[in-house]
């Protein structure tokens, strides 16, 4: 599998850089997206509506395809409308706002009263390895609890089984929360060393190796990349305690860290670019073509 990703990954360079002529765009960008991220990691509806956009470039589109891609867009995104109406006011919302406020105040505003511990550890500069600090990053980026609230909110019948197994903090849970970590890490780090947070997965490396920022970077990305190969062996273990439903749910949380925090902090910082790709996702349907073209036939279409 390593030398596969070697391998796509070198062809898919050379791909987006020979592809990007006017004619060829849609491969290059189709390229250019898949080397961000793989696709597996990608949260199924955002990637829906890129590719919707992208593949409306296209000269030879398939008319009725396309319409199809974009109703089926519209009608989840209704859905998902009703559903957080219903989830607006549960335990589980509330629950995730109040860790959210809980720990921006914990890191930057306790006093030293408060956090008495906190701080004499701040005074003597205490960094950790990598390896030390996602031992806690698992917890402190509150993964494991959201897990457990978001079985007991979104499950029914509640399966005691699995709610144990869970709570066991399996190796699912695990990798995903420190994947997560790492994301959020990448994300936030530099805005919140500045604004006087404790140090994050990047600085610990850091500290511990000597390396750069940038070399740092990209073995974090590395890092993440390997606990994504245990997530996926997770995935096809086929003795799990785990419904599919719960294990799609986990895996969703990690790929939304991906969506929220690859490029910068969609979540902390709250900038019109921001509320605007949240907006766009949740509220604004995808402009459905003209009736006549929709039921025109396309190149490659009977009929």
Known sequence: ????????????????????????VFVAEQAKRV?????????????????????????????????????????????????????????????????????DIYDVYGTLHELERFTDAWLGKYTPTLGGFLENGLVSIAGPIVTISAYLSGTNPIIEKELEFLESNPDLVHWSCKIFRLQDDLGTASHEIHRGDVPKSIQCYMHETGASEEVTREHIKDVMRQMWKKVNAYRADKDSPLSQTTVDFIL?????????????????????????????WLFQPVPLEDKHMAFTASPGTKG
């Open 35 to 103: 080397l961000e991220l793989p696709l597996h990691w990608k949260v199924p509806m955002l990637e829906a509506r890129w590719f919707i956009h992208v593949y409306e470039k296209r000269e030879d589109k398939n008319h009725l395809l396309l319409e199809l891609a974009k109703l089926e867009f519209n009608t989840l995104q209704a859905i998902y409308q009703e559903e957080l109406k219903d989830i607006s006011g549960t335990i589980l919302t509330i629950l995730i706002s109040i860790i959210t406020v809980i720990d």
């Open 252 to 280: 969703n949380l990690v790929r939304m860290s991906h969506f929220m925090y690859l490029d910068g902090d969609r979540h902390g910082i709250r900038n019109q670019e921001n509320m605007d790709v949240g907006f766009t």
């Open 1 to 24: 599998m390593e030398e596969a990703w070697q391998f796509t990954s070198k062809h898919l360079k050379e791909v987006m850089i020979s592809k990007s002529k006017e004619e060829h």
